[in-house]
Every structure is written in C-alpha cells, then in structure tokens.
C-alpha cells in the first residue's frame, strides 16, 4: 500500500477511524458526518492507495465551491480530537481485499496510533431474538484494545451467532461459530482477525441496519462513537454534507397519492 501525504503524521496518541464497508454504506455516511461537522478542524494530509481500491474521482463532497478534486481513500487528521480518518468511497476488488486489510493494519501499526476504531453495520435481518428490541447497535472489541467503552446496560458487546441462525443464512455468505460473526458487516472481520495476529489494539461501533435510507443509522453510529471517545460535549450537531442532497433522489410527488 503506497500512503501519499501533504505532511508527517505522528500517530502516538491519536486514533485510527475508518469505515467498515459494510451493509447501507453505514461507515462511510458516518464518517462524512464527522468530517463535515468538524470541517473547521479538518486537515486532508493525504490519500492511500492500492490494488485492490477500483479507481474513482469525483467533486468534493463537502463544499460546492472547492474546486478540488476527491479520490477514492483519502486520508484526514482533526487534532482537536487527537484523531487520524480515512474515508474510503470506493469499492475493494474482492481478490485483494485480504491484502489490503493486512496493509492497512500494518500501516496502523507503523504509526502507533492507540487504537483503530471501524465504524460500520450488520445486517438487520441475522439477528437473535433478543437482538430485535433494545439498543440496535454493538460495540466489538478485539484482545489488544483498551478503549474503555462507557459502562452501561445500553452498551452491548457483540454477541455470537447460533449455529442454527448461520446454517439457515448459508446461502447469503454469512460466516459463524464465533464472536465476531458479523453478517454483510465489510472487512469488520477481516481486520478485527489481522489486527489480533499482530497485536494491534483494535474496536468497532456497529448498528443493525437494511438497505433503504441510512441516514439515521449514521446519526446512530456517529453518536456512538462520539459518546465513547467523550468528544460529544464539543460538537452539540451533526451537520449534513451538501453532497447528501443527491443520496436518494428527489420525494415522491405528492399528485402520485391523490
């Protein structure tokens, strides 16, 4: 992985946050909330890349009057927060995905960060019983990590799959029989698995989610994470990128319903 940057990071102290790629595109709209409310804050100070991200290029999703352009995985730093983002907008070929999760946690590794964190879902409709009422999101933790999520009977650590719930969904690629079954949840797994082979602390805020509109999931997820790393008190909104006004097309005309 070549990383191509505007300025030395040194990651001692600081966070590592990215998105998951996972079911509603859930991590990336989480992470547009942060950059876009801390816009203030934010420096880009460089973009990743590998084989495995399919090339893309577009406007800038955070302004409509930068005449800059935006690429694929990009790379960000809000010292305030002590926090060190990459936002990913574009898709992992599925034969170098492993590599490029192996990269990427090694990358973290080299920086020593404190801690990365993935942002992200799980689908919605693999879940246990008890899993349909109460809080709709989970935190994962692997054996290095030492976030201390808030202690509370709505923080729910991610709870195993029963096998029977895994052999039912075989034909939807879901993967079982432990604790980090996480169906259509991206490279949550991938990296929660890497980050343990090199013992590098690693954590993840994940809510249940199905297609549709993920707004809310995001907001979820964002407040989450806002609320673990206590940075809530600093920022009392989120605020909405411009580029969100092309998410979902226009309303339905109200001449459709009589």
């Given at each position: 992985m070549d990383f191509y940057i505007g300025r030395k990071i040194e990651g001692q102290g600081y966070f590592l946050v990215f998105p998951s790629l996972s079911l509603g595109n859930v991590g990336q709209l989480s992470i547009d909330l942060l950059l876009q409310s801390f816009s203030d804050e934010v420096e880009k100070v460089g973009y990743l890349n590998h084989p495995s991200l399919l090339p893309v290029v577009g406007h800038s999703p955070y302004s409509i009057d930068v005449a800059e352009l935006y690429l694929g995985c990009e790379v960000y730093i809000i010292d305030k927060l002590k926090l060190i983002v990459v936002q990913i907008r574009t898709l992992l070929t599925k034969s170098r995905r492993s590599d490029f999760v192996r990269k990427l946690v090694s990358w973290a590794k080299e920086l020593k960060v404190n801690e990365m964190i993935l942002l992200g879902s799980s689908s919605s409709n693999v879940r246990k019983d008890q899993q349909m009422v109460g809080p709709q999101y989970r935190y994962l933790k692997n054996d290095f990590s030492t976030l201390e999520y808030p202690r509370s009977e709505n923080w729910i650590k991610f709870e195993p799959?029963?096998?029977?719930?895994?052999?039912?969904?075989?034909?939807?690629?879901?993967?079982?029989?432990?604790?980090?079954?996480?169906?259509?949840?991206?490279?949550?797994?991938?990296?929660?698995?890497?980050?343990?082979?090199?013992?590098?602390?690693?954590?993840?805020?994940?809510?249940?989610?199905s297609e549709g509109n993920n707004i809310p999931d995001a907001l979820l997820v964002i407040d989450k994470f806002s609320e673990a790393l206590q940075i809530s008190s600093k920022k009392s909104e989120w605020v909405f990128p411009p580029s969100w006004i092309h998410l979902y097309g226009r309303p339905a005309p109200k001449s459709l319903f009589g």
């Amino acid at each position: 992985m070549d990383f191509y940057i505007g300025r030395k990071i040194e990651g001692q102290g600081y966070f590592l946050v990215f998105p998951s790629l996972s079911l509603g595109n859930v991590g990336q709209l989480s992470i547009d909330l942060l950059l876009q409310s801390f816009s203030d804050e934010v420096e880009k100070v460089g973009y990743l890349n590998h084989p495995s991200l399919l090339p893309v290029v577009g406007h800038s999703p955070y302004s409509i009057d930068v005449a800059e352009l935006y690429l694929g995985c990009e790379v960000y730093i809000i010292d305030k927060l002590k926090l060190i983002v990459v936002q990913i907008r574009t898709l992992l070929t599925k034969s170098r995905r492993s590599d490029f999760v192996r990269k990427l946690v090694s990358w973290a590794k080299e920086l020593k960060v404190n801690e990365m964190i993935l942002l992200g879902s799980s689908s919605s409709n693999v879940r246990k019983d008890q899993q349909m009422v109460g809080p709709q999101y989970r935190y994962l933790k692997n054996d290095f990590s030492t976030l201390e999520y808030p202690r509370s009977e709505n923080w729910i650590k991610f709870e195993p799959l029963p096998k029977y719930i895994i052999e039912v969904n075989r034909n939807e690629n879901i993967e079982g029989g432990d604790s980090i079954s996480i169906p259509f949840g991206g490279i949550c797994k991938a990296v929660y698995q890497a980050s343990n082979e090199i013992r590098m602390p690693m954590s993840a805020i994940l809510s249940f989610t199905s297609e549709g509109n993920n707004i809310p999931d995001a907001l979820l997820v964002i407040d989450k994470f806002s609320e673990a790393l206590q940075i809530s008190s600093k920022k009392s909104e989120w605020v909405f990128p411009p580029s969100w006004i092309h998410l979902y097309g226009r309303p339905a005309p109200k001449s459709l319903f009589g």
